[in-house]
């Protein structure tokens, strides 16, 4: 089932890194799309159990996020996030934004969150990742919406396609793409 109904801010979906946790693609391969895991299963090298995910604020974390760098360091810190802490924004969060797509827009995220706290955040965050056309939440690496084919997929995906194509390139061809 694609989501099309809006989603309340949880303390799961409390993410350091300003990702918005909804559009991960292993939040979406655990809850809404279950085709997504064996292919992440192959990109990333690790078993599929291990990418069992409920939000990076839940104890059920994917192996590759529970030694994710900027939460270790937001844990370290006893932040709640990087708008938390007064070094932001830092080089390690900079340099996040520059491997991933879904990290492309962290640091004004971040900043929204600072100002709006994470409730307003939340709620103005997941409209970035809604198709325009019939609501369904999209992942940055959607370019066109899983359920009604629009391209782009979603607002963010608009701005950060080029990075999101750049990332498909170096993925095996049996990964899903959109």
Do not use: I
């Amino acid at each position: 089932m694609k989501v099309t109904r809006p989603l309340e801010p949880e303390p799961r979906f409390r993410a350091p890194c300003g990702v918005f946790c909804p559009t991960c693609f292993l939040y979406m391969g655990n809850h809404d799309d279950p085709a997504r895991l064996p292919h992440a299963s192959v990109v990333l090298g690790v078993p599929e159990e291990d990418l069992r995910y409920e939000g990076c604020g839940s104890p059920r974390t994917a192996a590759r996020c529970a030694s994710c760098a900027v939460r270790r360091c937001a844990e370290e810190r006893g932040v709640d996030s990087c708008a938390d802490c007064p070094e932001f924004p830092c080089s390690l969060l900079r340099d996040a934004q520059e491997k991933s797509p879904q990290l492309r827009e962290a640091e004004a995220s971040l900043h929204v969150r600072r100002k709006q706290g994470f409730s307003g955040w939340f709620l103005r965050t997941q409209e970035e990742f809604r198709c325009p056309h019939c609501g369904t939440l999209n992942s940055v690496y959607d370019l066109w919406c899983r359920s009604c084919g629009a391209s782009p997929s979603c607002p963010f995906a608009a701005r950060n396609g080029e990075e999101a194509l750049a990332f498909w390139k170096n993925r095996p061809s049996d990964f899903p793409r959109p």
